[in-house]
Nanobody
Framework: QVGLVESGGGLVQSGESLRLSCEAS????????MTWYRQGPGKGREMVAS????????NYADSMKGRFTISRDNAKNTVYLQIHSLKPEDTAVYSC?????????????WGLGTLVTVSS
């Protein structure tokens, strides 16, 4: 079965750190570009960070640079998002996305997300 399952969210205090995980199943994971998105209450979805299929290159939204780190472990079919110095405005549902190369059986897959709530 094809899918992405996020975990690691929860209620945290402002200033704390958190590591989110997204585990893939049913995909040739090492061929997929992985991206984290988030959607805060009353806001649109925004890209947080992406990482190439081999993990050799990462890209961050300008507003996310410095406190967010994306990484992946292809042996575990998992992509991670480390968030430091959490702020109340980081409260959001964080979702992961997988995009495959042309010709992939599954070109794009989304997870359901994990909720991060940051209290002040």
């Amino acid at each position: 079965q094809v899918g992405l399952v996020e975990s690691g969210g929860g209620l945290v205090q402002s200033g704390e750190s958190l590591r989110l995980s997204c585990e893939a199943s049913g995909l040739y994971f090492s061929r997929y570009v992985m991206t984290w998105y988030r959607q805060g209450p009353g806001k649109g979805r925004e890209m947080v960070a992406s990482i190439t299929s081999d993990g050799g290159s990462t890209n961050y939204a300008d507003s996310m640079k410095g406190r967010f780190t994306i990484s992946r472990d292809n042996a575990k079919n998992t992509v991670y998002l480390q968030i430091h110095s959490l702020k109340p405005e980081d409260t959001a549902v964080y979702s992961c996305n997988a995009r495959g190369p042309p010709g992939s059986r599954y070109l794009e897959v989304w997870g359901l997300g994990t909720l991060v709530t940051v209290s002040s």
